[in-house]
Each structure stands twice: as C-alpha cells, then as structure tokens.
C-alpha cells in the first residue's frame, strides 16, 4: 500500500470512501484543510469521508552487510579513514590560513606605518605651506617669506579704538529704535513671500537693506529684491561660493579656492587672495574699515578695504570655519574645526580667550548687548550662550535648545532676538530684560541653510539648499 500523495507507505493509513484511494492520515488531513477537496479527483472531501485501515506492523530487517561481525568491522574500519582522513585535511588547511594571516597582518601592518608616515608629512607640509607666502617679485628673482603674527597698521588700530571708544560708551543706554518689532509681531510671523532662484546648491545669504544676495558652491550668484519679490540680477562668480557678505554698497563672496571676489553696482572690482585654502568665513568690522576672513590654512587676514590689501594676519593652531566682529570692534571671534572658539584682540591679533563646544563650530554671532556671543556646532540641536565677562564653565550663560542642527545663527540690532536657521526650520529665541528669561515666541518647519534680519528687525531673509529665498514678516 503506498500514500496516494507521498507514494510512501504510510504509517497510518487512510482510505476514501468516495475514490478508494489510500493516503497517509496526516497528510491527507492536511490537504482537506487547505483544500478541501480530494487530491486525486477533485471532488470535495472532508475527514467523515476517511476509513482508517488497520494493518499489521512490520519490523524492517536490518541491512544484510551489517549482520554480521565481519561487516561491522569492514564499516567501522572505513569510517575510521574517513575520519583520518579529514581530520588531516583540515589541520593541512588549518596551517595554510595561519600562514596567509600572518602574511595579511604584517603587510596591514607595514601599510598603517607607511599612512600614519605620510599623514605626518603630508600635516607637516601643510603647515608649513600655511604659514608661507609669496611676495611681490623683487629685482633678483620671487621671494618666499615665512610670516609671523601681524599687527594693524597705526592708523586702523587707532580706528578700531574709536570704534570702540564710540559704541561701547552708549551701549547700555541705547533705547530700541522706533517702530523696532515687537513679540506680538513676532509671534505672528509667516512666509510673506518665496522666490526661487538660479542658484543651485546654495551656501549663503548677504542683506543689503532690501536687496539679498543668494551664492552657491556652482558658482552662480543671483540679487534679489526682497519688495518687488524678484530676481534683479545673476552674478558669474565662476568659483565656488562658501560665504556671502554685502555691506557698504559692496558685495564680498569667499570661494573655495582662497580668493574674496569683491563686486559693485553688478561689476567686480578687486580679488582678494591671501588664503592658501578655502575661505570659510567673513565679517565686517564696525568701522566699515576692515574686512576679516578665516580659512582652512588656519588663517586670519585683515583687509584694508580704502585699499583693498592685507592690513594683518595671524594663523591658529587649527583649520577655522566661521567668524564674526564684536559689535564694538575690539575683538574678532573665530571658530575652529577642533570645536574651540578663539578670540582675538583685533589690534595686534593677540589671543584673548577660548571657548569649547568639542565639535566643529558651525557658526557664531555677537549679541549687540556687548557681553554675549552665541555659538553652534555642527550636529548639535543646541545654541550656546557664552558671557564674555566670564571664563571656562562659568561662561556659559544659557544654552538653548532649538529641536534640530542649527547652520545659521543673527541677532537683531536690540539684542532681544536671536534668529537660529537649519534643516530642521527656523526659530527666534527672545531674551527679556525685565524678567531675564527666555522664551520662542517664533517657529517655522521651513528649512534653510542661511537666515538674516531685515530692517527694523520686521522680516526675516532665509535661503533654503535649492536657492529658494523665503521671507518671514506679518502679512499684511
């Protein structure tokens, strides 16, 4: 008898009533609850429909070549040079991998010396090329000149002190100007308008009254006109852009190939190279007199901008990212990749303090109240607020969380706003004076990779990746 669906005998064995076909009882029952019906013909079927089939129970022989002792032997012999056998091969292979490991650890280990050889160098070289620069030609032939730390001319450092002499003696006074926004305003903020412009992989934005200029890494630069909601004008920068700056009628763009493209009225009208790197940062001073950059050669320039050449210039012991002048001048915040940010005394480049966030610093903002410096970090979710009449832990004035990476950081002209732009959106952080607390009266999923205040505060210009310019204001 053999199993309808197996073709085995079954063990317990089942007949149709309805076909007389033979199955294995489990499988048989199986199939009727799956199918419901009979393999063979189809026809429905349930387990009422099966007879069981009683039959005697039969003891299988053993196989004829084990019955006997010689057998037994025969087999046990065969198993036993089988088993040598292997056991030779696999100590045989055994001692092949163990000779390419070894082989495999010391060519890995002669390689991670000849990387951690040239990384050396190639750091060494690095900086030795950072702190080298070439000079105008002279009469016998280039000269190459290892510089130092330098100081402002006498003339700009006396500006930068009355700068300061002038700014910082009004300060504390200084009322809000009229018609400056207020919370409430704030509070009801929305996108007024959005643009998207010809500038693909945009980094950064440059406010000049009611005209932004947006640049990106393509090279491409566009203006546009915030009240007319319009592109005006496309720039040809023609190098990567990496950082924006409009001020005084003139528009600066760093690039990644260490030059300041320096244009006005849609026309260049100098190039600043003095970075053997990309340039990371830039920032005006107050004076309108001094243009600083930061780069990844570790650098530190000053411009003269009546001239438009290097004024000072002072290296760090890391490659920097971001920068910013104190409201009143007298010193040049810079941070750096290592997560430390330096300040300067602007006059002589002289390091005055160091604050640590333990990552790269994405970006970094004077508070106009004179006393405060807001700081980022890439990947942080958090916005720090550093006292600078205070050092290490105790510098720490508050740390605000924004609920996403922030890259773009601006205080309004009062110093009771801080604008905080990221993928995730954008926020305004608001400090009171009368309770000296802080709230967020302003949040918007919008993402940006740049933001900036608008006049009296009223409006807020961000660029988002793609180069889509939103405007956040009241709507009218």
Not at 319 to 329: E, R, V
């Amino acid at each position: 008898m053999l199993c309808g669906i197996s073709g085995e005998a079954p063990q317990e064995p089942v007949v149709s009533k309805k076909s007389g076909v033979i199955y294995e009882k489990r499988l048989i029952e199986q199939y009727i609850s799956e199918h419901g019906a009979e393999p063979s013909t189809g026809e429905t079927l349930n387990a009422d429909d099966l007879l069981c089939i009683q039959s005697s129970r039969v003891v299988r022989p053993r196989p004829p070549t084990l019955t006997s002792i010689p057998a037994l032997l025969a087999t046990f012999q065969n198993e036993w040079d089988n088993l040598a056998l292997e056991t030779y091969n696999l100590k045989e292979q055994l001692v092949r991998t163990r000779e390419e490991l070894a082989t495999a650890l010391y060519q890995h280990d002669a390689a991670v010396r000849v990387i951690a050889r040239l990384s050396k160098e190639r750091d060494e070289a690095r900086d030795s090329l950072s702190k080298v620069t070439v000079t105008e030609a002279a009469e016998n032939g280039e000269e190459m000149v290892v510089d130092s730390i330098e100081g402002l001319p006498e003339a700009l450092a006396d500006k930068v002190d009355e700068v300061q002499a002038s700014l910082s003696k009004g300060r504390k006074r200084r009322p809000v100007p009229e018609g400056w926004v207020t919370p409430d305003d704030i509070s009801a903020f929305d996108i007024a308008a959005s643009s998207a412009l010809p500038v693909s992989e945009t980094t950064s934005i440059g406010l000049e009254g009611e005209h932004a200029a947006v640049a990106g890494l393509k090279g491409e630069a566009a203006i546009y006109s915030i009240q007319a909601d319009k592109l005006e004008r496309q720039l040809p920068v023609n190098e990567a852009v990496t950082n924006t700056l409009w001020t005084g009628g003139k528009l600066f763009f760093a690039t990644s190939q260490g030059n300041i493209k320096v244009y006005e009225g849609g026309n260049e009208i100098s190039s600043l190279s003095e970075h053997a790197g990309p340039v990371t940062g830039l920032s005006v001073h107050p004076g309108a007199d001094i243009l600083g950059s930061v780069g990844s050669d570790k650098s530190i320039v000053f411009y003269d901008l009546a001239n438009m050449k290097r004024a000072s210039r002072a290296f760090a012991d890391a490659s920097l990212s971001t920068c910013a002048f104190h409201p009143d001048g007298h010193l040049f915040a810079a941070g750096t990749v290592s997560g430390d940010i330096k300040l300067y005394m602007t006059k002589n480049l002289d390091q005055a303090a160091v604050f640590q966030l333990g990552t790269p610093i994405q970006a970094l903002a004077f508070s106009e109240n004179g006393f405060w410096l807001a700081a980022t970090a890439k990947g942080q979710t958090t916005v720090t607020i550093f006292d600078l009449r205070k050092e290490g832990d105790a510098a720490t004035a508050k740390v605000l969380e924004t609920g996403g990476s922030v890259q773009s950081l601006t205080w309004d002209y009062t110093g009771q706003y801080l604008a905080t732009g990221g993928a995730s959106g954008v926020t305004v952080q608001q400090y009171a004076k009368s309770s000296k607390k802080w709230t967020e009266p302003f949040r918007n999923s919008t993402p940006v990779v740049s933001i900036r205040w608008g006049e009296s505060a009223r409006k807020l210009v961000a660029v988002n990746g793609t180069g889509v310019v939103s405007v956040f204001g009241v709507k009218e």
